[in-house]
């Protein structure tokens, strides 16, 4: 009986206690996946338009730097957002709701780690990148997370810029300059983002109004939302020919970009008409459109540099 009553004790404490993989998952490692994909697309849009011979080590730290920054502005998010997340049922197994991780802890670990990822890149790579990965921290963990998201229905769209700089910030540490290619990659992004989280909040409406939260559903009803969604979508389209018109990708990306564009405006023109499951299958299949279009951009780069 007291083994057993000791084993039970055991199991407790670990369900209790914080592990890496809880402080991890702190960080959002999806999104930082998306992070670090797009700011090394971006980084080496920069490395094949200059003539700078780049120590692949610095690159490589410069890439970590962008990473950490990322993850560190969501593990200040998750602090502050701690009070809604348990309200949610997408959010309600984080480790700070279920208490395995105190919120002390986590505000400690984000800000060390903000810090630290904006002093890396600046003494390894310039302090143009460490000013853009320092911006996007606070915008991200300060503008978005506390006042944007709690406070206007167009949080998506202005927050969204803070998940667009990855790309521009890879693209400095390769050139340590700015030009209007990775805007352009900016652009992409952050036109993106308000289908894909509109979508999304769409099908977990009922949650937003439970936690107090005026996404645009919310505010404005479905109706509204859908014909944002496919407004955004038609623009995106658009603007997703920009690297071919202005040269900095070829006929692959012309002929992929189009093909998935239309896809992706056909899903939208489905969610306009209210078609059921439409809102989840564009929020699938965004995720998919953002990362092979990148992809696209990648291996032509490549395959033209070499």
């Not at 709701?97 to 390894?124: E, H, R």
């Not at 290619?181 to 409406?205: M, N, S, V, Y």
């Amino acid at each position: 009986m007291a083994n057993v009553l000791s084993q039970q004790k055991e199991k407790l404490v670990e369900d209790v206690l914080a592990s890496p993989k809880d402080f991890f998952e702190l960080m959002k490692p999806r999104v930082m996946s998306l992070v670090v994909f797009t700011a090394f697309v971006g980084y080496l849009s920069g490395y094949c338009s200059t003539s700078l011979n780049i120590n692949p080590w610095l690159s490589l730290i410069g890439i970590f730097s962008i990473a950490l920054g990322a993850g560190s502005s969501g593990v200040l998010n998750h602090w502050y957002d701690r009070d809604i997340d348990k309200l949610m049922d997408r959010t309600k197994n984080r480790p700070i709701p279920l208490g395995k991780i105190l919120p002390s802890d986590a505000l400690v670990f984000g800000i060390l780690g903000s810090i630290l990822s904006v002093s890396i890149i600046g003494l390894s790579i310039n302090w143009l990148a460490a000013f853009y990965l320092g911006f996007t921290i606070i915008f991200y963990s300060v503008v978005y997370t506390i006042f944007l998201k709690r406070y206007t229905s167009q949080n998506i769209v202005i927050g969204g810029a803070s998940g667009a700089f990855p790309p521009v910030i890879g693209y400095i540490c390769a050139t340590g300059q700015l030009s209007i290619e990775p805007f352009i990659l900016f652009g992409i992004i952050f036109l993106w983002t308000p289908p894909h989280f509109w979508a999304l909040a769409i099908i977990r409406k009922r949650e937003y109004m439970l936690a107090g939260i005026p996404m645009l559903p919310v505010t404005s009803g479905d109706k509204n939302t859908r014909k944002q969604i496919f407004i955004y979508s038609l623009i995106l389209f658009l603007f997703s020919f920009l690297p071919y018109i202005l040269g900095f990708n070829h006929f692959f990306y012309l002929s992929f970009s189009t093909l998935i564009g239309l896809e992706f405006l056909r899903r939208a023109w489905l969610c306009l008409r209210s078609i059921k499951n439409s809102e989840q299958n564009l929020f699938t299949f965004s995720i998919f459109y953002l990362f092979s279009l990148f992809l696209v951009i990648l291996i032509e780069k490549l395959y033209l540099y070499l």
